[in-house]
């Protein structure tokens, strides 16, 4: 484990954990990467020291993206929740944050503070934005692309360090392509992250949490509106948490070794491999968003060059890196050595890493859970009773209790060990959208 420590730097740790003994003829490498971030007041140094006021944590940016359209007044309470859910994110600003507050319809529109630039969150300026909140009112259509595309001009005006976004939205983006949309997700990409929520049961689930993924941020269902001012506060002291943005992953390999996926692994399952930039020769930087005081673990898989028995080697180098004003990059310190060993001890080369063993499991159980609703909204009951069966064994197997009361609203559970179940002849729609919503929802390894 290394470690990187030092004035008003964020102190990053990393450990892996692996079976390094590989069989004769073995390739696959497989390892579990914990990275740690811990410490307040962390930004510092590490991107620009002018972005850090001691005492108040890094400068930042954050736009709150509303859904004015029309299916906003039904029933009236929906759009009334919103406004007081915004409110209370407003509220949840800490002094000296920069800020917008966006209505968005088949149009995006400036609704505080207006002319294209952001407020600085102060007493004044949060009475303001609730002040303008309450001429929110609903009408017209959906296109999300134009209200990211808004939101990012918005917060590029910004010399910050941290740009996030904050997206509700009740309905499917029916005024824009889905090309348009990604077209947008693209844009933004690695510009500001976004969670994304959806309130109530008339949106598309695989539109907010691709937003979501897309931007590295949460997604979650709010399915009765009156919880929304609970999940906004949370969610805004969350970003308030944040305290170094950008942070990438890089990895490097030898000549010989095929990267063949990274994915974070925990505290939700996403997959990183396609979104490799290259950083140098067999280096490449995978990204990993803002980060506050927490801990992700990441699988990293990489297949080797055959070597002979007794021989060993580094299969991959991992580090943390962030970039800086003028174009480099600073390594945050911490890093991990994923080896290989090659050895005719079978015990030693077929023995699974808990670690690894556990978070293969976690991934499987995201696929099942989504392949099986799938297959249930496609009329495969056969298909749909086999895949949540498996779902609800691994979820027992790795003590994944969240994911298994969900599970339990549309199957009946007859044998959670063996999985065997049966499907719910009626499943509430908000049931169903909150188990695929949450889906990728993990758990630790259990000490």
Request: glycine letters at 10%; charged letters at 25%; a negative charge.
């Amino acid at each position: 484990m290394a470690i990187f420590s030092k004035s008003n730097v964020p102190q990053f740790s990393m450990d892996v954990y692996q079976n390094e003994y590989l069989p004769e003829g073995g390739r696959e490498v497989n390892a579990i990467v914990t990275v740690s971030a811990t410490g307040g007041g962390t930004i510092g140094s590490a991107v620009a020291a002018p972005l850090y006021t001691p005492g108040q944590g890094p400068s930042a940016a954050v736009a709150i993206m509303v859904d004015c359209s029309g299916s906003m007044d039904y029933p009236p309470t929906k759009m009334r929740n919103a406004r007081d859910a915004t409110a209370a994110a407003v509220d949840t600003l800490r002094d000296g944050v920069h800020f917008a507050v966006i209505g968005g319809t088949h149009v995006a529109r400036e609704v505080y503070p207006g002319a294209g630039r952001l407020a600085v969150a102060d007493a004044t300026t949060r009475e303001e934005a609730k002040q303008a909140l309450r001429r929110l009112s609903a009408g017209g259509g959906t296109a999300i692309g134009t209200w990211l595309r808004l939101a990012d001009r918005l917060l590029s005006s910004a010399d910050v360090a941290i740009r996030h976004g904050i997206l509700l939205t009740d309905g499917r983006n029916e005024h824009e392509s889905p090309e348009d949309l990604r077209a947008a997700l693209d844009s933004c990409a690695g510009r500001f992250t976004c969670d994304a929520r959806g309130v109530g049961t008339d949106w598309e689930v695989k539109e907010v949490t691709g937003i979501a993924s897309a931007l590295l941020g949460t997604a979650d269902i709010v399915a009765d509106p009156a919880g929304l001012a609970a999940d906004f506060t949370r969610m805004m002291e969350t970003a308030m948490g944040k305290e170094v943005a950008d942070v990438a992953l890089r990895v490097w390999t030898p000549v010989g070794t095929t990267i063949k996926f990274v994915k974070q692994v925990a505290p939700t399952v996403e997959e990183l491999t396609d979104r490799r930039t290259e950083s140098g020769p067999r280096s490449g930087d995978y990204p990993t968003g803002s980060w506050g005081d927490e801990s992700r673990d990441y699988h990293v898989c990489v297949e080797v060059p055959v070597a002979d028995l007794g021989q060993e080697m580094l299969a991959a180098r991992v580090s943390l890196v962030v970039p800086q004003p003028d174009g480099s990059v600073r390594n945050l310190g911490a890093q991990g050595l994923v080896r290989a060993v090659w050895t005719d001890d079978m015990a030693a080369s077929t023995s699974i890493n808990p670690q690894v063993a556990h978070y293969t499991g976690q991934a499987e159980l995201a696929r099942a859970i989504q392949q099986g609703l799938d297959l249930r909204k496609a009329g495969d009951m056969d298909g749909a009773t086999a895949k949540l069966g498996r779902a609800v064994q691994l979820a027992s197997a790795s003590g994944n209790a969240d994911t298994a009361k969900l599970l339990a609203k549309v199957v009946d559970v007859v044998d959670a060990a063996a999985g065997t179940v049966r499907l719910k002849a009626k499943v509430a729609e908000a049931d169903e959208m909150t188990l695929e919503t949450r889906s990728t929802k993990t758990v630790r390894v259990k000490k």
